[in-house]
Every structure is written in structure tokens, then in C-alpha cells.
């Protein structure tokens, strides 16, 4: 029943490691998201995938790349995790760019 | 420059003492606002989307209002269930892909 849900919810990783997290919506958007919510709660966009077309937040380390098999999966890959990824990472989507966005539950990361 | 600020950072009212958050905005070519609440260990949940000046909108206590530079949100006789995060968000032309802009939020407390 779950509209946009998001594995795994809680992770804990060593500095350096690589980790995906994985994002399905049964929604039947045809635009998702990766946001980063950090210590101070605050929302940031990541990537935004809509019909194929990847759009990159030139803030993002090119450790992070978002990777989508089909419109409604979207993962987040990490290589070489550091201190600073430590957040927590949501994913969402949105019928059409801009329009509204329905989040998931969020997946804690932790990089010790 | 936020684009995009919340008001105040935390609130405590008491139950069912009315007030109103504050969500104002620099960008031009403004397409929706959005307003979401946030409950701790949860993703943002979908209260309201605004798009023209003059725009009002309610669900139960709440009511979102909006101008030219700002929103509103008004809480009448608030619960103590309605204790959470008010996420405000933006979608603009000058974004170019249309993604939505958070506020940073404000933590909204009430007391029994």
C-alpha cells in the first residue's frame, strides 16, 4: 500500500565502504527525487529523474549517482563513503516536474 | 540568499491557542508553494499546494494562505497532535527544472 517506500531505513557503514539504497513508487509518477535532509533538518535536492532525463544538483559529490531501471525505481548508489554522507537520505516523486512531491519514509545512513 | 524562509524556527503554544508560521519567498516566476509536515522519524507529509496570490486553502485546523512574497500558515486551536515540523517549499521558472525549494521549517510544539 505504501506510495513511495525506500530500503533499507536504517544503515551504519565504515568510512570508505559502498552502499546503495533502493526507492520504488507505485504512485505511477513519471518524475523522482533523492533529497538530503542533514542535522539540522533541513531539505536539500539531490537528483530529479523525469521521463529518462537525469537532472544533476551541481552540489552533489560525483560519489553519489543515481541510477533508474525503470519510472518507478530510482537508487541511490555511494562509492567511498565519508563522515559528511552521515544524514538522512529521502526519496520521492511527483507527477510532472514541480508539481506536488510525495516523500518516503527517509533511510537514516550513518558512516562511522 | 535563501530563497525561501521560515518563520519563527520554534513555536510552543499552547492547546488552543491560535497562531499563524510564516513561509516568505524571493523567487520570481513563482509556480506552486507547497507546504508539508514533518513528524520526527517520518518523511514529509503533503498538508497543501498554493499556486496564485489571494489563494486559501483548510484541512481540519489548518488553513494556508498566500501573497505575492509570502504564506501562512494559520492553526486554529491547535492539538497537541498537531505538534510537528511545517515544511514550506517552492516551485519556480528561475529553477529551471521546476524542483521544489524547502525552508528550513518550524518546529511547531503544542502543550497540553
Known amino acids: 500500500d505504501t506510495a513511495v517506500s525506500q530500503t533499507p531505513k536504517y544503515l551504519v557503514t565504515q568510512m570508505g565502504n559502498d552502499k546503495s539504497i533502493k526507492c520504488e513508487q507505485n504512485?505511477?509518477?513519471?518524475?523522482m527525487y533523492w533529497y538530503k535532509q542533514d542535522s539540522k533538518k533541513f531539505l536539500k535536492i539531490m537528483f530529479s529523474?523525469?521521463?529518462?532525463?537525469?537532472?544533476i544538483n551541481e552540489t552533489v559529490p560525483n560519489r553519489f549517482s543515481p541510477k533508474s531501471p525503470d519510472k518507478a525505481h530510482l537508487n541511490l548508489h555511494i562509492n567511498s563513503l565519508e563522515l559528511g554522507d552521515s544524514a538522512v537520505y529521502f526519496c520521492?516523486?511527483?507527477?510532472?516536474?514541480?508539481?506536488?512531491?510525495?516523500f518516503g519514509e527517509g533511510s537514516w545512513l550513518t558512516v562511522v | 540568499e535563501d530563497q525561501v524562509t521560515q518563520s519563527p524556527e520554534a513555536l510552543r503554544l499552547q492547546e488552543g491557542e491560535s497562531s499563524s508560521l510564516n513561509c516568505s519567498y524571493t523567487?520570481?516566476?513563482?509556480?506552486?508553494l507547497f507546504w508539508y509536515r514533518q513528524d520526527p522519524g517520518k518523511g514529509p507529509e503533503f498538508l497543501f499546494t498554493?499556486?496564485?496570490a489571494g489563494e486559501e486553502k483548510e484541512k481540519e485546523r489548518l488553513k494556508a494562505t498566500l501573497t505575492k512574497k509570502e504564506s501562512f500558515l494559520h492553526i486554529t486551536a491547535p492539538k497537541p497532535e498537531d505538534s510537528a515540523t511545517y515544511l514550506c517549499?517552492?516551485?519556480?521558472?528561475?529553477?529551471?527544472?521546476?524542483?521544489?525549494?524547502f525552508g528550513k521549517g518550524t518546529k511547531l510544539s503544542v502543550i497540553p
Open positions: 520521492a516523486s511527483s507527477q510532472g516536474l514541480g508539481n506536488t512531491i510525495y
Open positions: 504512485l505511477g509518477h513519471d518524475t
Open positions: 529523474y523525469n521521463n529518462k532525463e537525469l537532472i
Open positions: 523567487v520570481s516566476g513563482l509556480r506552486g
Open positions: 498554493l499556486y496564485s
Open positions: 517549499a517552492v516551485s519556480y521558472s528561475g529553477a529551471g527544472s521546476y524542483q521544489l525549494t
